[in-house]
């Protein structure tokens, strides 16, 4: 990667030829993958409750916790251990204290004052009592998010020790106890989830995203599983398409090409749809991640600061909803929103999120390790702090104060952490592929699912 050195101020230009705001000299430590993971550990292990151990949604704005960030932040704990910030003892403690919450929160078909139903988790829980936040949905990819987390720490914690037995047996019954087939439709479609007030979302999960992990294990339960065909369902609503010179299964956002792969190792395992396209889906998510860059560096609406080296759209905050001139041009910009580019649409206002290429480090590290340094260096002052990247910044939003050498994130999201954190640990030493490998749920939903080849051949 081309080192810049940074002496008095430096003016850099975007790909569009359009000179930008000069930017800080970089300051704090200088970056390393080892200083990445420790700063973004620290989130989840720092910033869980003390009492109910729920992971919150965002920091330092604090609104509600996440279940899906809460089941990043088990998985975190391992990294931890591997990594030697905590011990496994102090982690284990951890785990087991966040398990015991979730299985004796409040259960029911209530609208209030309640945790889960079926055994899935309302998507946010409440800071103080871990219950419903407002009218929020019972989310069937949150409850998946966690339940991975839950599996991993299932997986990881195999000694005799009382503590760690607990944590096995615990885990067990969580993810035992989700009813999946409750969220199924008669077309063996998952819902996206349900309100006490209303029922089932309308919306269903197909066509590619995040939620493979989701059907896999619904695929792989030994007490409420979905019909295997649930994933020929699934692939039958894919999209293949060629985008910014790759061929792959289409989605806008990078984190629809990366969550799943956090805890399950697609290298060399095919499923009929793969197999018919000769390549797995670890392969399909490196394309994905190569098209979002070329986008970038194509930067069709001219934004300021896209370059080979400051790129990655995907679902993140943004500076506000609302219209205004860039460059000449008419631009929408969003507040969060799932950003992102393929053959089917773009959604794109300017708007740079860490966790694309974090969250890609296993696909493309050389790519993605280079653009985490750039951005770490050029925008140390602004975008880095205590827990690593903060969420997202645009440099062409330059309007209201403070925004005059654009706009900058004040907050980091859990959910966006967790990619970040995970993916560079599995770049380095594959933890959380090794670990569920060993998992028997997890494994039987491939199965099931008709994937074979590679290390699933003899499971």
């Known amino acids: 990667m081309q080192k810049i050195l940074f002496i008095g101020i430096l003016v850099i230009l975007g790909c569009n030829g359009k000179q930008l705001p000069p930017q800080e000299p970089a300051r704090g430590a200088p970056f390393s993958i080892d200083e990445l993971q420790r700063r973004t550990f620290l989130y989840f292990w720092e910033l869980a409750d003390s009492n109910n151990f729920q992971v919150p949604d965002r920091y330092p704005t604090l609104t509600f916790s996440s279940v899906a960030a809460t089941g990043f932040g088990l998985s975190s704990y391992l990294v931890g251990i591997e990594r030697g910030y905590v011990s496994r003892e102090a982690a284990a403690e951890r785990v087991v204290r966040t398990l015991r919450v979730l299985h004796q929160l409040p259960e029911g078909e209530g609208a209030s004052g309640i945790a889960s139903y079926k055994g899935f988790f309302y998507h946010f829980l409440t800071l103080d009592k871990a219950v419903r936040f407002k009218k929020v949905e019972l989310s069937s990819i949150d409850t998946g998010l966690l339940m991975a987390g839950v599996l991993s720490v299932m997986s990881y914690f195999d000694g005799p020790e009382p503590v760690e037995q607990e944590i096995r047996a615990l885990a067990d019954a969580l993810y035992r106890r989700v009813e999946w087939d409750w969220m199924l439709d008669d077309n063996l479609q998952l819902s996206m989830g349900w309100h006490p007030e209303s029922g089932f979302i309308p919306a269903r999960w197909k066509g590619y995203n995040e939620a493979m992990i989701l059907l896999l294990m ?12 649930s994933w020929g369902q699934w692939c039958s609503t894919y999209q293949w ?3 910014q010179g790759q061929d792959f299964v289409q989605f806008d956002p990078l984190f629809g090409h990366q969550y799943s792969h956090i805890w399950i190792d697609f290298r060399g395992i095919q499923d009929e749809y793969m197999r018919q396209k000769g390549i797995d889906y670890f392969e399909n998510s490196r394309r994905a991640t190569l098209a979002n860059r070329n986008y970038c560096l194509e930067n069709p609406l001219g934004f300021n600061g896209y370059s080979g080296e400051s790129w990655g759209l995907t679902a993140c905050d943004g500076p506000a909803n609302e219209k205004r001139e860039v460059n000449g041009h008419a631009r929408q910009f969003f507040d969060y929103r799932a950003r ?12 740079i999120a860490p966790t694309a290429a974090g969250g890609s480090i ?8 280079s653009a985490l340094e750039y951005l770490w260096q050029t925008h140390y002052s602004r975008l880095v702090g205590d827990y690593g990247f903060r969420d997202a910044f645009n440099l062409s939003y330059t309007f209201g104060k403070g925004n005059e050498n654009g706009w900058f994130d004040v907050d980091y999201l859990g959910i966006d952490q967790g990619p970040i954190l995970l993916q560079a640990e599995n770049h380095r030493s594959g933890l959380l592929w090794t670990v569920m490998k060993k998992n028997p749920y997890l494994t039987e939903g491939l199965k099931r699912a008709g994937f074979n080849g590679g290390w699933l051949e003899g499971k």
């Open 362 to 369: 296993a696909f493309e590290p050389e790519l993605c390790l």
């Open 241 to 243: 398409a060629h985008f």
């Open 340 to 351: 992102g580019a393929s053959a089917l649409q773009a959604v794109d206002d300017g708007t």
């Open 218 to 229: 619904a695929i792989g339960s030994p007490t409420h599983a979905i019909p295997p065909e």
